[in-house]
Structures are given as structure tokens and as C-alpha cells.
């Protein structure tokens, strides 16, 4: 399994679209520096917003293409063989991958972080009512969005384990990273009686309650408000919103490694 690991994660540092995403979150980290100019009271509570929002797409985009470049594109290709040959089960071979684009996507949200803090840093020198703290609340912040780009990584590789196409994994995993963010929020809105609206209730309602069982609320992990208004999530929330994302992937994972073990290639 190391093997595979250690070369996923020299292929994924090679490969074109690591290089070209992580300029894309470089420019969207400048863009987050450039907004905080249209919130002239809290230039640097709106940066670090759409600078995290800006961070967790760049991540889930490098973590879909890795995916799709160390696994669907092996398996459609058949080249996967090659790698299966060597004395080792096949769930070391997609572990290992999984664990090589984790480690990427570790390195490239390190990176991303700390020119996000240089961004907001200088963003503006203006006294704000609510400071924003860059310290341990801004990193356990990244970490939230890490695990959640861990999950997302989960599908997109169980996906490629039994996909035949190798942009399945790319386009339902996007899909899913939207719909799995967007979930909470549809929730409470359904919850909260969609503003009256009965038409909505009715036929959204049962759909959305069935999907909360298999899509996790990813928006659990997204912890944003500790560094920009001082507002900590308890530590039994954080503690939960951790291990259900971690049961999640595991779960996704060894259903995919399960798939995989016993799939043909002919």
C-alpha cells in the first residue's frame, strides 16, 4: 500500500491539473484580498469568507482530478493491471490512492491557507467590531474543510472503482460536494416550513428527507464563524460532525474497496 501511496502522491505533484487548479486557488485567494475593498467596516471578515469558500472548491476540483488521473483513468485504460500484478490485494491499490490524493489535497490546502492568512492580513489595517482570528480557530476551521473534502474523495473514489467512464467519478463527485454542502441549509429551510409555502413542503419535502440518510450534511464541518466572529462550535459538535464524516468515507470507501476486490477486467 505504500507503494501505491508514495506514487500517487509523485504522479499527483507532476501532473498538469495540480499545477493549474492550485494557480486557480492562488487567484481566487487574490480575489478574496480584492473583496475585502467592497466592505469598507469589515474588509477582512469578507475576505476571509470567500477566501475559505474560494479554498474549499479549488480543493474539491484537485481532489476530483486526482482521482479521476491515479484511478478512473488506470481502470479505464486498463493500465490498473499492471499495478494489480505486483504481490498486494487491490484494496491496498485503491487505499492507497485514496490516502495519496488525501495527502495531496492536505498539502495544497497548507498551501492555500497560509496565502489566504497573508491576504487577509493586509487586507485592511481598519478596526473592526468583530476581529477576525487567524490562530488555532482559522486552522481547525481548514482542518473542517479538509475532512470534507476527505468524504468527497471517498465517493469520487468509490465511484471510480465502478465506473467504466473515466469523468463519472469528476462529475458526480461535483455534484455531490454541492449537494452535500447544500443539504443542511435545505434542511432547516424545510424544516423551519419553507416560508409557508405548502406546495414546496409537499414536494420536496419526502425527497429531501429520504436523501439526508444517504448524503451527509457537510455544511456540519464548515466551522467558519469561529475566525470570523469569535463564535466556537462546542467541542461535542466538532467531536460528532468528525466522526460521522469519518464513518462516512469509511463506509464509501469499503463498499468501493468491496466493488473493486471482486470486478473483472476483461
Known amino acids: 500500500m505504500l507503494g501505491f501511496f508514495l506514487s500517487g502522491v509523485r ?34 471578515t469578507v475576505a476571509l469568507d470567500i477566501g475559505l469558500s474560494g479554498i474549499r472548491f479549488t480543493l474539491v476540483l484537485l481532489s476530483l482530478f486526482w482521482i479521476q488521473e491515479l484511478l478512473a483513468r488506470e481502470v479505464e485504460r486498463k493500465t490498473v493491471l499492471h499495478s494489480l500484478a505486483y504481490p498486494t490485494t487491490r484494496g491496498h491499490f485503491v487505499l492507497g490512492r485514496y490516502l495519496a490524493v488525501v495527502a495531496l489535497s492536505g498539502m495544497a490546502a497548507l498551501a492555500l491557507g497560509l496565502g489566504l492568512l497573508g491576504a487577509v492580513a493586509v487586507a485592511s489595517d481598519f478596526s473592526q467590531e468583530f476581529p477576525v482570528t487567524l490562530g488555532i480557530p482559522f486552522w481547525i476551521t481548514l482542518g473542517g474543510v479538509l475532512l470534507d473534502i476527505a468524504v468527497v474523495t471517498a465517493v469520487g473514489t468509490a465511484l471510480a472503482t465502478v465506473s467504466t467512464v473515466s469523468v463519472l467519478p469528476l462529475a458526480v463527485g461535483l455534484a455531490f460536494a454541492v449537494g452535500a454542502k447544500a443539504l443542511g441549509a435545505t434542511l432547516d429551510y424545510i424544516g423551519q416550513g419553507a416560508d409557508g409555502d405548502t406546495k414546496i413542503m409537499s414536494l420536496f419535502g419526502p425527497a429531501i428527507g429520504a436523501v439526508r440518510w444517504i448524503v451527509p450534511d457537510l455544511s456540519r464541518l464548515d466551522w467558519r464563524n469561529w475566525p470570523m466572529y469569535g463564535l466556537p462550535p462546542g467541542a461535542a459538535e466538532i467531536g460528532w460532525a468528525a466522526t460521522a464524516a469519518l464513518a462516512y468515507a469509511a463506509i464509501v470507501l469499503a463498499l468501493g474497496i468491496l466493488y473493486f476486490s471482486r470486478r473483472e477486467f476483461s
Open 11 to 44: 504522479s499527483g505533484l507532476r501532473g498538469r491539473s495540480f499545477q493549474a487548479v492550485l494557480v486557480l486557488g492562488f487567484l481566487l485567494v487574490g480575489v478574496a484580498f480584492l473583496s475585502a475593498g467592497f466592505s469598507p467596516r469589515h474588509p477582512r
